[in-house]
């Protein structure tokens, strides 16, 4: 069964056909000599190596993470979603005001420079944006990363997610249901920044089959092909 996690990740590869069986091995005791093998000869000690005459450089010390600057945060913006932004409509509009509301910058990043803090959580509205989520979206969204870390979710609760959002998508496409989770996978693809956004709720139903409609949205609009 395709999960949630598959959907929006990638599936994994398909099991390998289970070989033939194999016999049980033969004890332990089975595979030993009747005799025990002569003792090897002793050898003559080897003297050990003259050291090296050349001196030994210090490790190279491990590269530094660069820092997070408004400029990276600008600079990693795919190119396809600079496009998008850069659309009429969207240069009208901007970046819904409700979505401010909904997440300020004082709930994104916390303790960083005030600056680079305020640039973060400009992008990650503007992240919601371009994916269509509404403030209403958003707060769901929110609401659920709450829950999952506040009470994470055990393997039932897992795969109980998934089949309720496997049977989600069966009713309401039906022999279109697998080429709705191909659209929404790669809806998501279209800037990884979403999958790591995401990623926690990835199996929470309410917010997987939104991303459903939306990739739907998108891909009438011709956003997504």
Request: glycine content about 4%; hydrophobic content about 50%; charged content about 20%.
């Amino acid at each position: 069964m395709s999960t949630a996690s598959d959907l929006l990740y990638g599936s994994p590869p398909p099991p390998a056909p289970a070989a033939a069986p194999v016999a049980a091995p033969a004890p332990v005791a089975a595979n030993l000599p009747a005799e025990a093998p002569a003792a090897a000869p002793v050898q003559a000690p080897v003297a050990a190596p003259a050291p090296s005459a050349a001196p030994v450089s210090a490790p190279a010390p491990a590269p530094e993470t660069p820092a997070i600057t408004v400029e990276a945060i600008a600079a990693n913006v795919p190119a396809d979603i600079a496009k998008l932004r850069a659309e009429p409509s969207r240069r009208l509009y901007g970046t819904d005001a409700a979505l401010v509301d909904v997440l300020p910058d004082a709930d994104v990043f916390d303790g960083a420079d005030p600056e680079v803090q305020a640039a973060m959580a400009t992008e990650v509205r503007a992240i919601a944006a371009d994916v269509g989520l509404s403030a209403t979206d958003l707060t769901l969204i929110r609401q659920a990363f709450q829950d999952v870390r506040t009470t994470p979710l055990t393997d039932d609760q897992r795969v109980e997610n998934r089949e309720q959002i496997v049977d989600a998508l069966n009713a309401k496409f039906g022999q279109g249901a697998h080429q709705a989770w191909l659209d929404v996978r790669k809806f998501v693809a279209l800037d990884p920044r979403r999958a790591a956004l995401i990623q926690e709720v990835g199996d929470h139903p309410a917010t997987v089959l939104r991303l459903v409609d939306l990739a739907q949205a998108a891909k009438r609009a011709g956003r997504l092909r």
